[in-house]
């Protein structure tokens, strides 16, 4: 079964540092990857996506993640971090066979310091 | 367009108590999904359906989940009896064509429910 592991529960960042959410799946064949971004009190946003083609993925809000198959890794990043982006990210894993399914990873909670 | 409106935002219920939430997805999307969320287990699948029909309920934790999906703007999740291990926030989510390809799931504002 597929799933996905994001080992830091909370990160505490600096504005205008730079970021790296950690995101590890596992699936048996190419996955089909995201990260989401949930604000308080609000619904989950879609950040970006990864099918196939280029590992290095652009998304909204200047975040990008890049694919490593070699390390079952699909890691979020950010040059510089904005106050406003203290919220929580998932990264989640969908299914590519008989289904529509998402598999999100716990989330990690990530705190700005201005 | 409105996203995807879900109503209540907050509920508050008895133990026992029936309890319905609702969800109107996107207009023109064919898939429909219900998620849970809590601390403990973090954001789990319940059911989808796809053009009203339900795909995949494997997820619904026991009977007394009901999910339905009456025609393609309308949705409800119901518990009956509620209990308190019930508490959590409900998130009701709607894509396109439901291929995972070409298409994004959006999601509602989710329904905040406790149950005392």
């Known amino acids: 079964a597929q799933s996905v592991t994001q080992p830091d529960i909370h990160i505490t960042v600096s504005e205008g540092a730079s970021l790296e959410l950690r995101c590890n799946y596992s699936y048996g064949a190419t996955p089909y990857l995201f990260w989401y971004v949930q604000s308080p009190g609000q619904g989950l946003q879609l950040l970006l996506k990864y099918f196939s083609g280029d590992t290095l993925v652009q998304g909204i809000k200047g975040f990008e993640a890049e694919f490593k198959r070699s390390q079952s890794s699909f890691n979020l990043r950010k040059p510089s971090v904005h106050w406003s982006d203290a919220a929580e990210y998932f990264c989640a894993v969908g299914s590519t066979g008989g289904g529509n399914k998402l598999t999100f990873g716990t989330g990690t909670q990530l705190k700005v310091e201005l | 367009d409105a996203g995807v409106i879900q109503s209540p935002r907050h509920e508050v219920t008895e133990m026992g108590q029936e309890v319905t939430l609702r969800c109107k997805p996107i207009?023109?999307?064919?898939?429909l999904f219900w998620y849970r969320q809590t601390m403990m287990r973090g954001l789990e699948l319940l059911i989808y359906?796809?053009?009203?029909?339900?795909?995949?309920d494997s997820g619904m934790p026991e009977d007394r989940f009901s999910a339905k999906m009456p025609n393609a703007s309308f949705s409800t999740l119901k518990i009956q009896p509620s209990e308190p291990r019930d508490s959590a926030v409900y998130f009701c989510?709607?894509?396109?064509?439901?291929?995972?390809?070409?298409?994004?799931?959006?999601f509602g504002p989710g329904t905040r429910l406790t149950v005392l």
């Open positions: 207009s023109g999307h064919d898939y």
């Open positions: 359906f796809n053009n009203n029909v339900p795909i995949d």
């Open positions: 989510a709607s894509s396109l064509a439901g291929g995972l390809y070409t298409d994004t799931q959006y």
